[in-house]
């Protein structure tokens, strides 16, 4: 029996089947063809078989996010299954489970691989959202140095004395930079490679969302996360289900004058961190 005779789906490509985005493709990706791109073909497999028995249209690729061919080529299978107008990067590592060195190769110049591709296949109207985190609001990068990140293609950042000097002095640190210069890589974009294409791109800085990723930090640094949750105003952690409804919005038409920004979601804990209610230990 046939259930879907419509063969001109736009298509939605999650890079990184993990717990947020298969909460996104659940929220968003009705109707749609999906592609999953993710390094584990395990997570790949067991995803993609969860939501095709939930009545989703799914295709997979294996892709490497620290690799920019791999990317090109995730990039390249999108485009060849139709009008490719949505693409979210939630593909990541945590501070407790990377060192510094992989932190930045896969949060950092790893999304800004994706974004180049991407920015050469997205549709007129297509949007895409990267998904930073409230680490991106945790240290001040100098604005100045944020000028010369935003003025580097992304093979450069790495070689930035800033990126060198200081985000490699930890795993803590390192994930803290990336996740700001997540929120630069949207700005660029949005005034370059996707306003080309009249695509939006924004990212969004997710607080303590409970996913796997979130229990490894707990295992490693629990106590610390609890006072960090205690002093946020929701005094909560959140769900990939409050992330998939905000970037629901983004991706959606009711955002269609949002480009180039970020939208912090994390229950309070920076402002709380800003008005000295909290204080956070760099030292890991
Ligand atoms: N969970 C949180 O509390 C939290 C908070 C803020 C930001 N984030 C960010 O959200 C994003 C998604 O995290 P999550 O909590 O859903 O974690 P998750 O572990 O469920 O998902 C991450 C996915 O990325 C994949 N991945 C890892 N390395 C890859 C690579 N080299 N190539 C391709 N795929 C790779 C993993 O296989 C996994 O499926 C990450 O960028 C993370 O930094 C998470």
Redesign the pocket.
Known sequence: MIFDRNENKEVIAL???????TAVARRFAAGRTILL????EK?LANVSEGLRFSGYTVETCR????DKESIKEFARKAASLGAVKHFID?????PNQSSPEHILK??MV?TGYAVDAFGEVMAAGGAGII?????GYMLRIPEDVEQQILATPTEGLLDIPYIRETALVNSGVA?MVA?RVNHLQAMRAAATSWKGRRARINSI??????????YD?FAAAGEGYQRMIDAGAAMRTGS?DEIADACAFLLGEHAGFITGTDLLIDGGTIASIRMGQYQLDSSR
């Open positions: 890079l990184g089947a993990g717990n947020m985005g791109g993710d390094i584990n997570t892709t490497d996010a620290m939630t593909a990541g590592a945590s896969l949060d790893g998904v930073s985190s409230q680490a994930y996740k800085s997710p607080g303590v969302i409970v996913t796997p990723l979130a930090e990939s």
